[in-house]
């Protein structure tokens, strides 16, 4: 082939060049930063622990059980768990219903108990900065309802993330979390919600990738290695 018959794919790989580069040094950086952190920091697992052991035996456990699944809707299982120093019941049907060990329901924990069980669960020194009850929580914890969001004032915002009617902790997110969810956005170009990973903007640009990268091998015909050699060696 001649060099004029490159003429259109050097104009074609020349504009996607254009088009594509800043998406192209995101997927770059993106992959480079979210290989670098490890996924167990991103979770948080060295901030916080996500339960905690049960002080409680069975017999501490006086409800009836069998009544208790009774009085849940589309029961499905029970949980023996604590909050502090209570006993607690998770029931999961449709929703979780919670009770206390005789099988009274779960008192609705103050923002005292809230504070005491995130400095359980925390494995920092740091104090709390601040806490929170949101009638709906942000994207980072999935918009949930009802949950207390406690900050704690460490160098990566450790924040905490319990449920309003249990004082369970729901998740851990951190300043880490949040650096690795926004090279995540750029990555998955998802710039909403951040979870669509078959996005068409994604698609389009994955496959202008594609061409713009046989675009340039194909470039590389017009001046092979093996014919520089053939002719230097002239």
Not at 91 to 106: K, L, N
Not at 159 to 168: E, I, W
């Amino acid at each position: 082939m001649n060099k004029s018959s490159f003429k259109p794919i050097r104009k074609f790989h020349k504009l996607a060049g254009y088009l594509l580069a800043l998406q192209l040094f995101a997927w770059l950086l993106g992959g480079l930063v979210m290989s670098a952190i490890p996924l167990d920091m991103v979770h948080g697992k060295h901030l916080a622990k996500r339960t905690l052991d049960n002080p409680f035996t069975y017999v501490d456990y006086t409800a009836n059980l069998n009544q208790l699944a009774d009085r849940v809707a589309g029961f499905n299982s029970l949980t023996l768990s604590h909050f502090l120093d209570q006993p607690m019941i998770i029931a999961t049907g449709t929703e979780r219903t919670y009770f206390t060990a005789t099988g009274a329901p779960f008192p609705a924990p103050s923002e005292a108990q809230i504070r005491a069980n995130a400095r359980a669960h925390f494995l920092g020194d740091s104090p709390i900065d601040s806490a929170h009850l949101l009638v709906q929580g942000p994207r980072e914890v999935q918009y949930r309802p009802r949950v207390w969001q406690v900050t704690f004032a460490d160098t990566l915002s450790t924040t905490l993330y319990l449920d309003a009617h249990s004082g369970q902790v729901i998740t851990v997110r951190s300043s880490l979390w949040r650096i690795f969810d926004f090279f995540w956005m750029l990555h998955i170009m998802d710039y909403d919600e951040r979870d669509d990973f078959n996005n068409p903007l994604l698609i389009t640009f994955a496959a202008s990738s594609v061409a713009f990268c046989l675009s340039g091998m194909l470039l590389l015909l017009q001046s092979p290695p093996w014919r520089r050699r053939r002719q230097q060696g002239r």
